[in-house]
């Protein structure tokens, strides 16, 4: 059966595998030289691609984090590859393959891979946010992917917030910046150390103020949480809500659920959903 290949490149970590309407393949993971030059992170993603390219798949598909003008695959801005920019990234690979290609934001592959095959149904808006080295956001309106005009649609990361932008309080950046990693506060914390915990807490007021503007946009069924960040969501639940109820309508914040990813490679399954929605014949020729 015919399939996929499917990239998610991170700003720290790139993960692929091949996927068809029979499932995941095996999922290989590599680390990205994000600091690279353009041509050096280029080569990489090529690299990966020759490496795991098989004569079953049909296409390729890479979610990036990126703002990205999804008709022609064009990488507009990249915070976390600084150098990974206005590149036509598309009609790149495809000079290269001779595939179908097809290039999205990172966390819009997240949130339409949870939207298609995490449990939440019933279910018509969908925000998905990905807290990693920085924070992305996708959102699903009356059940499609909504992207804007220009492929910015859901760049909550990049609202102005204190003295910088949201997700320098909202992601791994919020740890770095004080010279912490992130993991290892979350373990103390869990332990009881109460500098540590504070510190969660004072994520989860950042993150609840931030939702609350999202709700008061949006007013979505569900918001679901994704990335490396997310796995110490219990440090930072209560204050989450705690901030929510601080910042937003009552209403909205009784109906509103909040839920970590339950999906593993969610972004890999967006991708691949994605894919199908938008290269003409794919659910044909997906299903032989």
């Known amino acids: 059966?015919?399939?996929?290949?499917?990239?998610?490149?991170?700003?720290?970590?790139?993960?692929?595998?091949?996927?068809?309407?029979?499932?995941?393949?095996?999922?290989?993971?590599?680390?990205?030289?994000?600091?690279?030059?353009?041509?050096?992170?280029?080569?990489?993603?090529?690299?990966?691609?020759?490496?795991?390219?098989?004569?079953?798949?049909?296409?390729?598909s890479l979610g990036v984090p990126s703002s990205v003008r999804v008709a022609d695959g064009y990488i507009i801005e990249t915070v976390n590859i600084p150098n990974l920019h206005s590149v036509s990234l598309k009609e790149w690979l495809y000079s290269k393959f001779?595939?179908?290609?097809v290039v999205h934001n990172d966390a819009n592959?997240?949130?339409?891979?949870?939207?298609?095959?995490?449990?939440?149904?019933?279910?018509?808006?969908?925000?998905?946010?990905?807290?990693?080295?920085?924070?992305?956001?996708g959102v699903v309106l009356n059940g499609e992917l909504y992207i804007g005009s220009n492929g910015f649609a859901g760049?909550?990361?990049s609202f102005t917030y204190l003295e910088g932008i949201v997700e320098e309080y909202t992601s791994g950046q919020f740890f770095k910046q004080l010279g912490l990693d992130g993991a290892q506060e979350a373990e103390k914390a869990k332990l009881g150390d109460t500098k540590s915990k504070a510190l969660f807490n004072q994520f989860g007021q950042h993150l609840?103020?931030?939702?609350?503007?999202?709700?008061?946009?949006?007013?979505?069924?569900?918001?679901?949480?994704?990335?490396?960040?997310?796995?110490?969501?219990?440090?930072?639940?209560?204050?989450?809500?705690?901030?929510?109820?601080?910042?937003?309508?009552?209403?909205?914040?009784?109906?509103?659920?909040?839920?970590?990813?339950?999906?593993?490679?969610?972004p890999l399954l967006g991708s691949f959903a994605l894919f199908i929605n938008e290269i003409p014949h794919a659910k044909e020729v997906l299903n032989g």
Do not use: W
């Not at 001779?98 to 290609?101: A, I, K, Y």
């Not at 592959?109 to 956001?137: K, R």
């Not at 910042?247 to 490679?265: A, F, K, W």
């Open 1 to 60: 059966m015919s399939g996929v290949l499917c990239i998610d490149l991170g700003g720290t970590k790139a993960h692929v595998a091949e996927v068809s309407n029979n499932g995941l393949g095996k999922v290989h993971r590599y680390d990205v030289p994000a600091q690279g030059s353009k041509q050096a992170v280029l080569a990489f993603i090529e690299r990966i691609i020759v490496v795991h390219l098989s004569v079953q798949c049909m296409g390729i």
């Open 98 to 101: 001779g595939l179908p290609v």
């Open 109 to 137: 592959c997240f949130t339409f891979g949870e939207y298609q095959y995490g449990s939440h149904l019933p279910c018509n808006n969908l925000i998905g946010i990905t807290l990693g080295t920085g924070l992305g956001s």
């Open 155 to 157: 760049e909550f990361g």
């Open 208 to 266: 609840g103020h931030a939702i609350s503007l999202i709700l008061l946009a949006f007013d979505p069924d569900k918001i679901v949480l994704g990335g490396s960040v997310t796995q110490s969501y219990s440090l930072f639940k209560s204050s989450l809500f705690s901030s929510l109820s601080e910042h937003s309508n009552e209403m909205l914040v009784s109906h509103l659920c909040v839920q970590p990813s339950r999906l593993q490679y969610a």
